[in-house]
Structures are given as C-alpha cells and as structure tokens.
C-alpha cells in the first residue's frame, strides 16, 4: 500500500489486461483497503462452489475432483499437492484484487514451519495480485530431525521425476542441529510488482537486462563459435 502510494500518488493501481479473445480491458487493483485473506481451501470452495469441503479433505476425493476438473495427477502426490493443482488451475489465476492466500499443505513447503493447531498445513502465505503471486513468505521450520523427514522426502518426489523437488541440504540440517531461533522471512518479486505499477504485460519490459532465447538452434550454435 505504501509503495503504490509513494510511486504513484495513489493507492489504485490501473493496468490494461488482453483477453483470450485478443480484446483489452481496463482493471483497477484497489491497495488502499484492507487486504483480503483466504487459506488454500477457502480460495478453492470459494471459486468452485460445486465442490465441497469433505472432497477436499482426503485424497481419494480430492483426486476425483481433479479428474472431474482435467487436472492431471501423478501417482506419486499426496492431499497437500493435489489441493495445491486445484487451487492453481482454478482460482489463483481469478485473484485479482490483493488478497493473502495462507495454509500452504505441508508437502508442498518443505522449508515452513507446521501450524501448532494444524499440522497439514503450514505458516505460509502468498500475497497474489491480478491472478499473479507477488511475494511469499512464512515461518522458517527450526526442528532439524523434521527438516531431514521432508528433504528425504523432497529426493524421493526428485527421483520420482518431480523437478521442482529439492535436494538433501546435509549442511542446512547440521546448522539447525546447533539451533536456530524463531525466525521468519518474506521475498518479493520485484520484477511482477514493477510490471503491475508500470502496467507493463511482459517481464522483460522491467528487466535491464533480460535474458533471450535464440531463435533456433543454429543461431545458438554460430554465437558459440
């Protein structure tokens, strides 16, 4: 709010959207009233009205909506990434007024800290505005034996084929083993936020130097040589 204050004047951010059909239309993101918060599950109930509670809650269910909504699944995925496919399929990209989506499952937050009155989910959040993700932040996981559980699991989703899954980080559990206080962090995407204040439609519109493909391969191979 604060941002949008000092670099516009105002607390109404206006971009230009194109639509699938080609045709723009004009989109106010309001900062300057209090900022809407919804966990991972109200974000998808609130978007799918047909769906239940009760079928997000097991994974048997959870996977027939998925199917039911043409989400593919791997064999391999518990109830916190099968959640995780349907809220990003079908209401992250209708977030467009800022809003805090938190509850984050654990298995797809390997580094957060649990909830103490719900150990599923996690203290996570995602700040999403105009159907993007903005900034994420959560409570970091101190315990090092728990930290080990979830990076073993991290090599097994990697083994399983999962490229976002992490590595086993044996330095990072000894560190935790010595301790570490309570400790939280938020990063930012500074480019999306520059793109929503500039009313810019590509990244590479606020990057100094953006990185570019080649257009084919035996471009790529000439430069090389």
């Not at 604060?2 to 699938?20: D, H």
């Not at 269910?61 to 043409?70: D, E």
């Not at 399929?89 to 580094?111: C, D, G, N, W």
Request: glycine content about 6%; overall charge negative.
């Amino acid at each position: 709010r604060s941002i949008t204050q000092k670099v516009l004047g105002t607390t109404t951010v206006v971009n230009t959207r194109t639509l699938a059909d080609g045709s723009e239309e004009t989109v106010e993101y309001d900062f300057g009233k209090a900022f809407e918060r919804l966990t991972v599950v109200d974000a998808i109930l609130r978007y799918n009205p047909d769906i239940k509670p009760e079928q997000l809650a097991d994974d048997a269910s959870a996977r027939q909506v998925a199917k039911n909504l043409g989400i593919h699944l791997k064999d391999g995925w518990g109830l916190g990434k099968v959640q995780i496919e349907i809220f990003e399929a079908t209401a992250e990209h209708r977030l467009m007024q800022p809003t805090f989506i938190t509850e984050y499952p654990k298995e797809v937050s390997p580094l957060a800290r649990c909830k103490d009155s719900n150990p599923f989910v996690t203290e996570r959040f995602e700040f999403f505005v105009g159907g993007r993700e903005i900034a994420n932040g959560f409570s970091e996981l101190n315990d090092a034996e728990d930290q080990a559980e979830r990076f073993q699991a991290q090599v097994a989703e990697k083994e399983a084929g999962d490229d976002e899954a992490m590595f086993y980080d044996e330095d990072y559990v000894m560190a935790l083993e010595y301790g570490l206080p309570p400790t939280a962090g938020e990063g930012i995407g500074i480019d999306r936020l520059a793109m929503l204040l500039t009313n810019s439609a590509s990244i590479r519109d606020v990057i100094l130097f953006p990185a570019m493909r080649p257009e084919h391969k035996a471009d790529s191979r000439k430069d090389e040589e």
